[in-house]
Every structure is written in structure tokens, then in C-alpha cells.
């Protein structure tokens, strides 16, 4: 199985701050790589898929960029509703996997 | 597309977790999606179970994660839209929110783009 580690497991950040969580694979997913985003008590949502493809209806503060092994999510200015846990997940091969999510928190 | 979990929220342990999901606004037999199951133990990250793909002529191919693949069984009901998991010999560590989940490809190289709403399933005598 590939596995997905991101950093940080937790982040604490204001509103308009510009915020950058990382993705790292145990082996090369090219460009393979989703991301998510957790409220509580809710389903995840898609954000990027394919590295830096935006899913639709996402604000274009996110952002999605790497390749390889070595991935980034970027939120450029921080609103109130993007504290939640975010999730990336390869999309590789099979098993699919996640990491372990970094949660993101008002400071 | 829309999807809605159903089942039994408690399971003792050692028997059968069994779970439904309802697929509405699409057809089960879209050649299109991977109907799938994604869990989230307490606490935890996200641990796909696996899915089912209609590939043509009623015939379905199953993919399970090799960690649960001796316990897992995912089929499909056409005449009611669903599609069903199956977990055997379940134990607290099968504790969790399960989704039911769909998106494009057996991997999901476009992302896993429509969930239910995720139904929690307790083991526990």
C-alpha cells in the first residue's frame, strides 16, 4: 500500500492568513493525488483533484500544486468556514489511501 | 447524484455488519461510477473498503482493500437502486462512520465527488 503522511497533523492560523499544508507519498503517485475537506460531523468534499485541478464550486483561494511525491494545499487568504480537517488521498493504485488528515484551527 | 446509508447502528461482535446504500438521481448500472464504502473509525482518518463497478452485460467486478478483503463482500440489488456491504466476524475495531461514496474510475483519479450523509456503526455487546 502507498502511504500518504501529511504535515502538519495540526495548524492554527487566523482569518486572511495564508495557509500551506503538505502531502507526502511513500513512493511516486504522479500527479494522482486528491484533496478533501472534513467539517465536523460531515462527509468529506472534494476540493482538488489531480494534484491542482479544482472541483467545481470551490472558491479559487485553494489551491493544489506538486507532482511526484511531494504535494501542497495552499488556502491564500482564510475564511471562517475553511477551519475543518483536510484530507489528501492518492489515487495511484489500489488500495486507495488517505493521510491522516491535518486539522485546521481558529487562533 | 444522491446517496443515503442505512442500517443497524449496534453490531455485537463476532457476527455481520450489514449496511445499504441508495442510490438516487443515477442508475446502479451506470458503467460510469464506482459505487464504493469509505470508513472512519472514532477520532480517526479515512479507510476505503472498497467498491463495485458495473463493467456491462449484468456483470459486476468487485475491489476490496487487502486488509479487510476475507471479511468484505460489496454486491449490488438493481431492482431497488442499491448497492450493500457486507463486513463478517466484526470486532470493536470495525467501530466507525461508514460512508457509501461514488466517483469516476476504480481509484478515483478525479476525486471521490459524491458521499452520503455516513451512518455510525457501534460493535459492541
Known amino acids: 500500500d502507498i502511504q500518504m503522511t501529511q504535515s502538519p497533523s495540526s495548524l492554527s492560523a487566523s482569518v486572511r492568513d495564508r495557509v500551506t499544508i503538505t502531502c507526502r507519498a511513500s513512493?511516486?503517485?504522479?500527479?494522482?493525488l486528491n484533496w478533501y475537506q472534513q467539517k465536523p460531523g460531515k462527509a468529506p468534499k472534494l476540493l482538488m483533484y489531480g494534484a491542482s485541478s479544482m472541483q467545481s464550486g470551490v472558491p479559487p483561494r485553494f489551491g493544489g500544486s506538486g507532482s511526484g511525491t511531494d504535494f501542497t494545499l495552499t488556502i491564500s487568504s482564510l475564511q471562517p468556514e475553511d477551519f475543518a480537517t483536510y484530507y489528501c488521498q492518492q489515487s495511484y493504485s489500489t488500495p486507495i489511501t488517505f493521510g491522516q488528515g491535518t486539522r485546521l484551527e481558529i487562533k | 447524484l444522491h446517496l443515503q446509508e442505512s442500517g443497524p447502528g449496534l453490531v455485537k461482535p463476532s457476527e455481520t455488519l450489514s449496511l445499504t446504500c441508495t442510490v438516487s438521481g443515477g442508475s446502479i448500472s451506470s458503467t460510469t461510477y464506482y459505487w464504493g464504502w469509505i470508513r472512519q473509525p472514532p477520532g480517526k482518518g479515512l479507510e476505503w473498503v472498497g467498491n463495485i463497478y458495473y463493467s456491462g452485460s449484468t456483470y459486476y467486478t468487485t475491489y476490496y482493500n487487502p486488509s479487510l478483503k476475507s471479511r468484505v463482500t460489496i454486491s449490488v440489488d438493481t431492482s431497488k437502486n442499491q448497492f450493500s456491504l457486507k463486513l463478517t466476524s466484526v470486532t470493536a475495531a470495525d467501530t466507525a462512520v461508514y460512508y457509501c461514496a461514488t466517483g469516476i474510475g476504480r481509484d478515483y483519479p478525479s476525486g471521490v465527488d459524491v458521499w452520503g450523509q455516513g451512518t455510525t456503526v457501534t460493535v459492541s455487546s
Open positions: 513512493q511516486s503517485i504522479a500527479s494522482y
